[in-house]
């Protein structure tokens, strides 16, 4: 099969798009990977090709040795993938050490792919060894509600765990471990994956702060519609804050126990504090 006429890179072609149509990726803002199935990976070999040099990742991944992935490429803007597809994303190969990768498909006019490379990778071993190789996918994006709440609430988990929750009713269902945040860092390095990657073992999502959002799931389906309840909430709370600086009723700590009791979730305790 070739490569653009396999379902998974149709359906990560369409998360690029619409991430794009959210306004969520000014410019080459954002990035996104996968984990390929074998299965997947065999069903396009005719197209990969095995010559390119190993390059390095910037960190170790040893839970992923061996493993295909599917990500955008630096520099490539979201609204071109869709466009040209095999000019903006890639398949890379990692080594058998976790530590190096190579392309074996797409950027076919030359680049390398995403910036945030140690980043994805390091999320993704975390999903994979936490979720039993379920969580494929990491999307990183820049919504405008969530970032500006980094500007004035604590960046304090346990804050922007509950201030989402409130906001509205879906979002302790949607994300029921809660949210991370991660403190402003340098884009792009090791410091900043490994702090992500910490919080992954607990959450499906991180904010990073005054810069964005990545958030992980089994499919591309989920991961997208996290992103999109996440930056939902972060908008309605930012009416709410413009508004008026207090609210006058909200979603209480007992509403939430009622929830869990009823829709089957567990809520950690540590966020249904009293305010
Ligand atoms: O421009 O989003 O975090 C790509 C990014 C870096
Ligand atoms: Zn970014």
Known sequence: MKV??????????????DGARMNWHERNGGNLSYRIKPEEVESVKEEL?????????GTSVPNLAGEFFLVTG??????????????????IEVDEKGENFRICWGLVNGGRPTSELPSHLMNLEVKKLVTNGRYRVVYHAHPANTIALTFVLPLEDKVFTRELWEAMTECPVVFPAGVGVVKWMVPGGREVAVATSELMKKYDV???????IFCSGEDFDTTFGLMHTVEKAADILVRVMSMSPTKRQTITPRNFRDLAADFKLTLPEEFLYEK
């Open 4 to 17: 653009l006429d396999a379902a998974f890179v149709q359906g990560f072609i369409r998360v690029c798009d």
């Open 49 to 57: 090709a095995f010559d390119k040099p190993w390059q390095p990742i």
């Open 74 to 91: 630096t520099g490539r803007f979201f609204r071109n993938v869709i466009l040209d597809p095999a000019a903006n994303i890639c398949i």
């Open 206 to 212: 991180a904010i990073w702060a005054h810069h964005g």
